[in-house]
């Protein structure tokens, strides 16, 4: 068994490779940022990786449902014992990887198949969903935005794919002097002590941006298309609304979705929460800015 330790978010995870020519780091190159030597202190969660995982007995489990994630069908059961069990498929609808957690996510294990893409998409998909839903009891959520750093705050762009959000970072990377990005797709918000903070993480969509930073959380921003630029602070109803699409959950299991609502009320209560009417243009990024940017 080989063992690999990283610090995502400030927390320590863990993963197991077993034994296998087909198996281990070279799947995970976003991950090496994240590396440590030891994790000193509690993990997080830990995934061991063993192709020999069998799937639980027929009796053991009942089916949740399947859903769509856009890049193929995940297809989730309930166990005997509390834990799930996940088939993570690709477009192609080709088994990639069996997961199966405990009730918690603090302990998982997966089974991997196919060939290296299919390897690689299976494990990190498993990884960011164990990272998702271990994470709502601890006042974690990893979100679905772009990540853009300005004056030592991070600032979160949300919105339906295909919307702007990377258009909208792009704005800010080239417009709006001293910024740079931190994430392209699920960065991760904190509360510590009382205040929110934000996170790069080892998932960053099609943009090679696995960065191991954190900022104070600045605002966060839905992009609207609109035929002028705009910004509106929205109302704590309109702010929830907004954010609960973006993040991972699972409306079945009430202690995670109770958890998740927690913790999107409290990022409701101590930050800024917009909505950004715009074009795709430099006038946005200033019109954006100048409404939200923290001094």
């Known amino acids: 068994m080989q063992t690999h330790n990283f610090k995502i ?42 192709d020999s995982l069998t799937e639980v007995a027929p ?42 957690t405990n009730k918690d996510f603090s302990n998982c294990r997966c089974a991997l198949s196919g060939d290296y893409n299919m390897r690689t998409f299976g494990l990190n998909n498993a990884l960011m969903l164990i990272f998702a839903f271990a994470g709502a009891s601890k006042q974690i959520l990893l979100i679905h935005a772009s990540l853009v750093r300005n004056n030592g705050y991070g600032y979160a762009f949300i919105a339906k794919s295909g919307t702007g959000k990377s258009t909208q970072v792009s704005m800010w990377l080239r417009y709006i002097e001293g910024s740079d990005l931190m994430n392209d797709d699920n960065p991760i918000i904190r509360l510590i002590d009382d205040e929110l903070w934000i996170y790069g993480s080892p998932w960053s969509g ?19 298309r609109a035929e002028t630029n705009s910004v509106e602070r929205l109302n704590p109803i309109q702010a929830f609304a907004s954010l609960l699409p973006s993040c991972s959950t699972m409306k079945w299991d009430s202690d995670i979705f109770n958890a998740l609502c927690d913790m999107i009320t409290k990022i409701v209560e101590k930050s800024d929460i917009y909505v950004l009417h715009c074009l795709p243009n430099k006038e946005a990024a200033e019109v954006c800015y100048k409404g939200i940017a923290k001094s």
């Open 206 to 224: 099609k943009t090679p941006c696995y960065r191991n930073v954190k900022a104070k959380l600045g605002a966060i921003t839905r992009i609207d």
């Open 59 to 100: 009796e053991e489990r009942h089916l949740i449902r399947s859903f769509d994630t856009g890049n193929g069908d995940t297809i989730v059961e309930k166990l005997s014992d509390g834990g799930y069990q996940f088939v993570i498929k690709n477009i192609a609808n080709s088994v990639c990887c069996l997961l199966i």
């Open 9 to 50: 978010a400030d927390h320590n995870v863990r993963i197991n490779f077993a034994k296998s020519e087909a198996n281990g780091m070279h799947l995970l190159r976003s991950f090496e940022p994240f590396r440590v030597e030891n994790n000193d202190g509690e993990l997080f969660f830990q995934l061991t990786v063993d």
